[in-house]
């Protein structure tokens, strides 16, 4: 299979029940070739389905992974400001996805969807696969919001999440995060991104931004569950880590946490609901060499499975969209 010209979503093989699997056989066409030729075939399973798992093709490094991704979402790749986690950024913004230990579970998240703007189509390579673990599931946005109860969601949608980061020592320092060293270039970021902040000191910055708990898809207008209230909260952490961060400082000085947008404290119960209704309808595959899953960031969301071993997945994102507040503010 060369072309996709007559391939549809309904012909896709079914991952877990879902219909996302594309397997291919190019008989000797050249990646990028095949890219170009079928950037728009691509692009329409993509915005059909969400999600599109590209098995077959044949990548020689991450500049050729980063080249056919622009050329399947037809603009350059972005480069990733305001991080939320550690990565290795490569040539032609290309980058590792989150180096977290290999013991951590990655939640359930779109990625950036606690900024006000973030892109609209991401893509992975899996370049070496770890020998036990180490999936990447995914999450249909739209049916996580529509399982979400109706009291939790009205109340996440009529306050939003306000998200409150402390950058230091403890965690991901202001510097990479901004991918700057000037503080004046992190306070023009924050200004012009609707973000609060303060120094509290020569290397410890505090932002704090209220933002989106469900949007709007621009394209087919479908309802999303739209943040990471979740993965901030301090409740995202195992028990000893919260108590030992609790024993030595105040709430107020924590790395990250997550409140409702009017400031009051999100329920420990809520969020495990929220928790359970990704982990109920996660979709996971055992990455293959030279796989190639491509996702609409609003659609689905992504995550990591634990794994031991070595584990290479690169990353690439383009299409930057904003909130209805930070079009409004630009």
């Not at 931004?209 to 979740?230: K, L, Y």
């Amino acid at each position: 299979m060369a072309t996709l010209a007559n391939v549809d979503c309904a012909d896709l093989k079914p991952v877990q029940g879902t219909r996302l699997l594309l397997d291919l056989d190019l008989q000797g066409s050249k990646v990028l070739d095949w890219a170009q030729e079928n950037r728009a075939h691509v692009e329409r399973l993509v915005q059909g389905n969400g999600a599109l798992l590209i098995r077959g093709l044949k990548f020689v490094g991450s500049q050729q992974f980063g080249a056919v991704l622009s050329t399947l979402f037809g603009e350059d790749l972005m480069q990733y400001t305001y991080r939320s986690t550690p990565r290795t950024e490569l040539r032609g913004n290309v980058y590792t996805a989150t180096e977290y230990h290999p013991d951590q579970v990655i939640p359930q998240h779109n990625e950036n969807s606690y900024s006000n703007r973030w892109a609209m189509r991401i893509g992975f390579l899996c370049t070496v696969p770890s020998p036990v673990g180490g999936s990447t599931p995914i999450c249909d946005s739209r049916l996580v919001y529509r399982e979400i109860p109706e009291a939790i969601r009205a109340r996440f949608e009529r306050h939003g999440v306000m998200y409150v980061r402390n950058y230091s020592e403890i965690d991901i320092p202001w510097t990479e995060v901004f991918q700057t060293t000037e503080k004046a270039d992190v306070e023009s970021f924050c200004i012009a991104n609707q973000l609060s902040y303060e120094w509290l000191g020569e290397r410890h910055l505090r932002t704090r931004q209220i933002n989106q708990a469900s949007a709007q898809h621009p394209v087919t207008g479908a309802r999303v569950w739209f943040n990471q209230a979740h993965l901030f909260h301090v409740t995202n952490l195992e028990a000893d880590v919260q108590e030992s961060l609790l024993s030595v400082m105040k709430e107020e000085h924590l790395p990250r946490n997550t409140y409702y947008g009017n400031g009051d404290h999100i329920e420990p119960e809520t969020l495990q609901t929220i928790r359970d209704i990704y982990d109920r309808n996660k979709i996971a595959f055992d990455w293959q060499r030279n796989d190639l899953l491509l996702l609409d960031n609003m659609l689905y969301s992504h995550g990591r499975g634990t794994y031991s071993g070595n584990r290479q997945v690169l990353v690439g994102m383009t299409r930057l969209h904003g909130s209805e507040a930070a079009a409004i503010a630009a």
